[in-house]
């Protein structure tokens, strides 16, 4: 399973920036995807999660700023960003589940700054 993330760029805070997320190769059977992101020096962070039946959740720190979208059946999530702050300045992944396995893709980079 290959994922491609793209949408990443330079923004100023307040902006927004909307990521897409493609999974192709053997994905059938996706079962969730969800955006991580990882700032530098910092922990990896769960930043939200769609399920097949169109669920979604969401990380305490992006939620009312953040929604995520798309068709787990057809293999695409995006998340648009809104009122981006610099502390949301990282590389945003996407994450595949089929049964126990999660796939990673390479990852976009969002940077945040005046």
């Known amino acids: 399973v290959q994922l491609q993330a793209s949408g990443g760029g330079l923004v100023q805070p307040g902006g927004s920036l909307r990521l897409s997320c493609v999974a192709s190769?053997?994905?059938?059977?996706?079962?969730?995807m969800r955006w991580y992101r990882q700032a530098p020096r910092k922990q990896r962070e769960w930043v939200a999660e769609?399920?097949?039946?169109?669920?979604?959740s969401y990380a305490d720190s992006v939620k009312g700023r953040f929604t995520i979208s798309g068709d787990v059946l057809e293999n695409t999530v995006y998340l648009q960003m809104n009122r981006l702050q610099p502390e949301d300045t990282a590389v945003y992944h996407c994450?595949?589940?089929?049964?126990?396995?999660?796939?990673w893709g390479r990852g976009t980079l969002v940077t945040v700054s005046s």
């Open positions: 190769g053997s994905a059938a059977g996706i079962n969730s």
């Open positions: 994450t595949a589940d089929i049964r126990t396995d999660r796939y």
């Open positions: 769609i399920t097949r039946n169109g669920v979604t």
